[in-house]
């Protein structure tokens, strides 16, 4: 069992940057694969980074490509998503995401056990 619990939302301008993170509980973080993923207000949930339990491989959707990144502490029990050159189509509640790492890495939504109950990002223009 693993709970998330999601922080660091809020208001930014476009160009700006922001950075959010995610505390998890429970002995399994360190064998999970984290994800992070957002959804926008009448859109469905949507795959933004994904990251292995060692840290070592990483999955970024093509629209964040370049402008985020995904890390983890497992000392900490935290991922994190960094956010530069934020743009209004980036504004969506984000989730991060957890499943078992002999799973394998992964960017669908359904492939993902544990969920936090998200943060917002909203990036004004």
């Known amino acids: 069992q693993v709970q998330l619990v999601e922080s660091g939302g809020g208001l930014v301008q476009a160009g700006g940057s922001l950075r959010v993170s995610c505390a998890a509980s429970g002995r399994t973080f360190s064998s999970s694969v984290m994800g992070w993923f957002r959804q926008a207000p009448g859109k469905e949930r949507e795959f933004v980074a994904a990251?292995?339990?060692?840290?070592?491989?990483?999955r970024y959707s093509d629209s964040v490509k370049g402008r985020f990144t995904i890390s983890r502490d497992n000392a900490k029990n935290t991922v994190s998503l960094q956010m530069n050159s934020l743009k209004p189509d980036d504004t969506a509640a984000y989730f991060c995401?957890?499943?078992?790492?002999?799973?394998?890495?992964?960017?669908?939504?359904?492939?993902?056990?544990?969920w936090g109950q998200g943060t917002q990002v909203t990036v004004s223009s």
């Open positions: 990251i292995t339990s060692s840290g070592g491989t990483t």
């Open positions: 995401a957890a499943r078992p790492a002999f799973l394998g890495i992964t960017t669908r939504t359904r492939d993902y056990t544990y």
